[in-house]
């Protein structure tokens, strides 16, 4: 009985032992290796011999988690910082009786499941130590959220899987932040590796396949794609984020598995995720018109073709996206056949071309895929400055705000493209030189399409001089502000005078160039008024274009100040009215005084 009393008693004892806190107020100081870190940090307790000797346990935070334990030796003491939020975390050391402790600064950190891929793939991306329960975080990708919304646990943990965005090869920053700014963080890299992607996958030779790369390098140029190592297309281009699409037929090749591969200026091919293409009996499509890989457009013209049809099957029929575009079609003995189609109305990127027949069903075969381009065209291709100009767009994206551009300067916005990616509008010329300019088609993704405007180069016709005349003289006092007018020139492209006056017939020495004059006169203004001399002017017409029209000859006049004599004469005349006046004044004031 009294065993059993003292087995209790100690039992009741050891559970009060073990449910004691550490006493962290005698501690004593602790020293780590590192003070601050990220969870999962390692860190170290140097020389732990100077705590004491025996047994020793180390403790975690503020509930006094058990890390590690086992004996002192002159070894140090290894722990790994768990799961925890941000902040002023403790550390204790217990060795016997006595116990030191210190804090560790626990700082945000962010982890990738890869640190390697491709455009599209899945990215996994852990964060430790943000604060507990913190709101609102989110994924920044070379500095832009693509991901939000994240809350972290009680332990400033949290996880998110997202899909990497089109984005060019190399590396790309992943940061994180919310409360905690990004600058906490410390970044991680990601290495955006090459791709391509075909559609279909499988098809018969001759098949116009669509390829797509991810991936390569910004604005990357000169890409090539290969089938079994062979060159079938080249001069492709990539976009700003590396992105690319291109078609090409298929070669002839054997039945199964060919390799598609691709390589650019930069990109070598060895880099590339490449694909694979099944050989298999299908439809084929070929332009009717230009080359086999070329970009196709609404209103093109298509042959399709079909192999492995039934012997002499008829009422065979051709789909687009689902809608018939040809239909009565009979296969031959070998179960051949080929119709040529034209592409309907439909919006930029991917289509369907499919086929069936009396006993061939359109799920026995696969679809045959376009890649359908936008298009613009004008009307008229060649015109003079402010004329109407007709922009026809066919293969846009549907309902989408387009611009226009003439050189570069918006002249037309606010046209949108209907269901079917079409859209018409029109603008006009602006003053502008003669020759090529470039009229381009801006679209909401920021795609850009141009096209060629010739502005007409005919010179306007060389104006009439009137006045002054040959030889007209103007006389006097002071300097004189002479009227010029000369006779009316037309062009299509509107009209602008250059005026110039010179002391020099060979103008060398030109006093006064007005350019720009809309009006076929010109009066000098009090500020350029001709002192006396002779002198020469002329005229030359420019239209909106910048069309010049030969120099009209130059002609003389004079600008001279009054004789002496007729001076004189003005002055004897002015005497004598004054006279006159103060004569008259005079008599009538002694009438008065009478």
């Known amino acids: 009985m009294k065993v059993g009393a003292t087995a209790t008693v100690l039992t009741l004892l050891l559970l009060t032992v073990s449910l004691t806190q550490v006493p962290i107020a005698s501690a004593a100081n602790l020293t780590l290796s590192l003070s601050k870190g990220s969870v999962g940090t390692q860190v170290s307790i140097p020389n732990p011999a100077s705590y004491g000797i025996g047994t020793y346990q180390l403790y975690w935070g503020e509930t006094d988690q058990l890390i590690a334990q086992g004996d002192i030796t002159q070894e140090a003491i290894d722990f790994t910082i768990p ?16 116990y030191f402790t210190t804090d560790f600064i626990i700082t945000p950190s962010i982890s990738l499941n890869s640190n390697e891929g491709t455009v599209g793939s899945n990215l996994t991306v852990i964060g430790r130590g943000f604060n507990g329960n913190e709101p609102g975080i989110q994924i920044l990708y070379d500095d832009s959220p693509i991901e939000s919304g ?11 899987t997202f899909k990497i965005p089109p984005s060019s090869r190399g590396k790309h920053v992943i940061d994180a932040e919310g409360i905690t700014p990004a600058t906490e963080v410390e970044d991680w890299s990601f290495n955006v590796v090459p791709k391509i992607d075909i559609s279909p996958a499988s098809g018969w030779v001759g098949a116009v396949v669509g390829i797509a790369g991810s991936g390569f390098a910004s604005g990357e140029t000169n890409i090539k794609l290969t089938y079994d190592g062979i060159t079938v297309k080249t001069g492709i281009f990539a976009d700003g984020k590396g992105t690319w699409q291109s078609t090409f037929s298929i070669p002839t090749s054997a039945k199964g598995n060919h390799e598609i591969n691709a390589f650019g200026a930069v990109t070598p091919d060895g880099e590339v995720m490449k694909a694979n293409f099944i050989v298999s009996p299908a439809i084929k499509l070929e332009l009717a018109s ?5 970009t196709i457009n609404v209103g093109d013209s298509l042959w ?7 012997v002499n099957e008829t009422n065979i029929n051709v789909t687009f996206d689902g809608t018939l575009v040809a239909s009565n079609i009979i296969a031959d003995a070998k179960g051949s056949w080929s119709d040529r189609i034209e592409v309907p109305p439909c919006t930029r990127g991917e289509h369907a071309i499919n086929a069936s027949g009396e006993t061939t069903k359109s799920s026995d075969i696969i679809d045959a895929t376009v890649i359908i381009s936008p298009e613009i065209e004008l009307s008229p291709t060649s015109a003079a400055i402010d004329t109407d100009i007709t922009v026809r767009g066919t293969g846009f994206l549907a309902n989408q705000i387009i611009t226009i551009s003439y050189d570069g300067a918006e002249v037309k916005t606010g046209t949108a493209t209907d269901s079917r990616g079409e859209f018409t509008t029109s603008f006009k010329i602006p003053r502008s030189k003669t020759g090529n300019h470039a009229v381009t088609v801006t679209d909401a993704a920021a795609s850009v399409f141009s096209v060629s405007l010739n502005v007409e180069s005919t010179p306007p016709p060389a104006p009439h001089l009137i006045s002054p005349e040959a030889g007209a003289e103007f006389s006097s006092i002071g300097n004189t502000a002479v ?5 009316d020139t037309e062009d299509p492209s509107g009209v602008y005078y250059v005026l110039e006056i010179s002391p020099s017939a060979d103008f060398a020495g030109t006093v006064i160039r007005k350019e720009g004059l809309t009006a076929s006169e010109y009066t000098l203004t009090k500020g350029e008024a001709l002192a006396k001399g002779n002198y020469y002017w002329r005229v030359k017409a420019e239209d909106g274009a910048e069309n010049q029209s ?3 000859n130059g002609q003389l006049f004079k600008v001279g100040g009054l004789d002496w004599w007729l001076l004189i004469l003005i002055v004897v005349a002015v005497i004598a009215v004054i006279i006159i006046i103060w004569r008259f004044v005079s008599v009538r004031r002694r009438d008065e005084w009478k």
């Open 290 to 294: 230009g080359y086999l890989g070329g």
């Open 304 to 310: 399709v073709s079909g192999i492995g049809f039934e």
């Open 550 to 552: 030969e120099w009209t």
């Open 483 to 487: 009227a010029f007018d000369w006779a």
């Open 150 to 160: 994240i809350d972290a646990n009680n332990k400033g943990s949290w996880q998110i």
């Open 83 to 98: 799961e925890a939020a941000k902040g002023r975390q403790r550390v204790t050391l217990k060795v016997g009786n006595d």
